[in-house]
Nanobody
Framework: QVHLVESGGGLVQFGGSLRLSCVASGSIYVLNAMAWYRQAPGKQRELVARISGNGSPNYADSVKGRFTISRDAATTTISLQMNSLKPDDTAVYYC?????????????WGQGTQVTVSS
């Protein structure tokens, strides 16, 4: 079983920065990718940034140029550096890990961390 723990959320003013971290523990068979998702009140959960097993990142258009995802492969930790934050970035941010089990992908989720950006 894989366990994910996020940290780093909080309240920040418009234009400010925050850094989220997520530590994965447990037995991981084959790591496919890790990612950050977010869910704002009344909206669906959406992908923010994803980093593949070989380290290739991709981002939602809404955060390109402002957010940076990184991974420490040795500790199975990912971080999300968020700059130039806007009120629209307010959401609960969830860490996600994709594990390959044979031909299927199993998703694990953290408990979420609240990010609030004031205008």
């Amino acid at each position: 079983q894989v366990h994910l723990v996020e940290s780093g959320g909080g309240l920040v003013q418009f234009g400010g920065s925050l850094r989220l971290s997520c530590v994965a523990s447990g037995s991981i068979y084959v790591l496919n990718a890790m990612a950050w998702y977010r869910q704002a009140p009344g909206k669906q959960r959406e992908l923010v940034a994803r980093i593949s097993g070989n380290g290739s990142p991709n981002y939602a258009d809404s955060v390109k140029g402002r957010f940076t995802i990184s991974r420490d492969a040795a500790t199975t930790t990912i971080s999300l550096q968020m700059n130039s934050l806007k009120p629209d970035d307010t959401a609960v941010y969830y860490c996600n890990l994709e594990e390959l089990q044979g031909r299927r992908v199993v998703n694990y989720w953290g408990q979420g961390t609240q990010v609030t950006v004031s205008s």
